[in-house]
């Protein structure tokens, strides 16, 4: 069974974002403010889970971006992936279709039985790489699963989740695209000799600059601060009088 | 006959999605409050009275949809019977409400006839340039202008975003068109087999008066207790979680507030470490009182709260529970 994982490099939002004027996507950070897309982290993890209780399970881990992106499918490697590839693509930002065409280049390349992704980047956040892939590929797709199980007759059974507590399982067959959801399993830290195996494995690029591109179906325009400015009051002082005065709050508003 | 814009409503086992009706209100501003070109869309497998009171409501054109596949969310089959559609009334705009199932057929639908598809919509411009849709980006921390340069545009709107339209409508009082369609020979591969209701439970936040929160920011699972023993201050309070808080089992799911949780509106909310990604601030839209506790001074949430401590919660917290003793014991 062939395994594909599609994982996004991306900046660490929980730092403070500075814009210069007229930017259309974040600009370049140094190495340190990138990390692997935490919901990519859980695809992967659903992959390995599959690997450790399937014999044959192959998994490529492929990601787009620019150089740097290497440092991720690096880490797959080192979680347990076999291939790493990276898809390298200096443009910025790529629209959820121009990644998802690229990405549809490789996987027409090898015969995958399964292509998961995270449910969303928490970048972009745009939740249409998976289902624009499977899309592409015309294969079938289920999106926000917390839990792959294999089923008989080549078919896969999936937990998805559905907004407001809700979860519906659904039966696809085989090969099928899979977007996976925050939380349906716990994503494994690399062994110490896996580390050291990932550092010989050879990642394979390609140039996207070879491919088809595809024709953009949306202008990316200036990015901006949010506007909703804050219509709060901020509580002010020392800590003790912060407290005090919140205190005072809560109680006028016969809260306490 | 032709419309603009195409509204696909949300069904799950033939009952329709409240919120599915903002669409309602996002259309009609983006018609500058004329709805006459709007054509809602409702799927389902029975769904023939929801439609004939919808359209008796909204007064709205309205294409009833029904396919034994739809009892449950299919997106595969739904883009199908979108497309079949849209060949008839030509829509230029198809709008869904943001959910994650949603964007799938969304993204389908892009692939097949060639449109540009944009998600999480929250605003618009419409100038000479024709629409600008607005959405965040980076948890909520920017926001990202698209405007789609194909000649059909599907969005889905983030939930919360536009407000549910009024009851009645502008004294029309027509009914509007129905259009029954059934498109018998379309099929999916993808089955659906049932859906679960989260039955956990536990915390029970849509009853309690307060809510206190926690967000990622709180660190570590270790400083739960902070929150509990400041929840235990008030007479009918729970504690609340973001999801991050809840994917790293920190607190169960049953603690989860936001679009993919619980929809809350208590007296008072109160955030801690939470940074306010749209999904968690749809969740607590109708919250009365809000107070955010953050270190961080950008933090979104801010943009919502009613007060605004800028501190490390970690020392505020206790503080707060001690100050509150210490004037409960003197009184």
Known sequence: MKILVCIK??????????????????????????????????????????????????IHALSVGPERATRVVRQALSKGADQGIHLRCDKAPLSALETAYYITHYARSQDFDLVLAGVMSEDAMQCQVGPLLAALLSLPCAVSVTAVVLADGGRITV????????????????????????????????????????KEKTIRTIDAGDMAAAAPSEEFLPLAYPTAAIKGTILTGTRDEKAEQLLDILHGRSLL | MTYDTLLVL????????TQSRELIT????????DNSRTLLF??????????????????LAIVICRHEQLVYPNPDLLRLLIQETMAEFAPKLVCFLHTMRNCQTASALAVAIGASS???VESFIADEHGMTFQRSIANGKLRQNVRPTTTTTIVTVLVGAFSLPDKAPSGRGLTGQLYRRNYPHIASSCMPLEVCRETESGARLEDADVVIAAGRGIGRQEKLPLLKDLASLF????????????????????????????TIAPRLYMACGISGSPQHLAGIKGAHCIVAINTDPHAVIFSVAD???????NAFLPLLAHKYRERFDHE
């Open chain 1, 9 to 58: 490099q991306v900046i660490d939002t929980d730092r403070p974002l500075a814009l210069s004027p007229g930017e259309r996507w974040l600009p370049e950070s140094g190495d340190a403010c990138y990390r692997m897309n935490s919901y990519d982290e859980y695809a992967l993890e659903e992959a390995l889970l599959l690997k450790d209780c399937i014999p044959g399970v192959e």
């Open chain 1, 159 to 198: 937990c998805s989740e559905l907004e407001g507590m809700l979860t519906e399982k659904i039966v696809l067959p085989l090969p099928a695209v899979v977007t996976v959801q925050s939380g349906g399993n716990i994503p494994r830290y690399p062994s110490l000799s896996n580390i050291m195996r990932a």
């Open chain 2, 10 to 17: 949300d069904t799950i086992e033939d009952r329709l999605s």
């Open chain 2, 26 to 33: 996002f259309a009609a501003a983006i018609g500058c409050g």
């Open chain 2, 42 to 59: 409702l799927p389902g497998n029975n769904v023939e009275a929801v439609g004939r009171a919808l359209a008796e409501e909204t007064g």
């Open chain 2, 118 to 120: 944009i998600t999480a």
């Open chain 2, 235 to 262: 007479p009918n309070a729970a504690v609340g979680a973001s999801r991050p808080v809840c994917d790293r089992k920190w607190l169960p799911f049953s603690h989860q507030v936001g679009v993919t949780g619980k």
């Open chain 2, 307 to 313: 007060y605004i401590v800028i501190d490390d919660l």
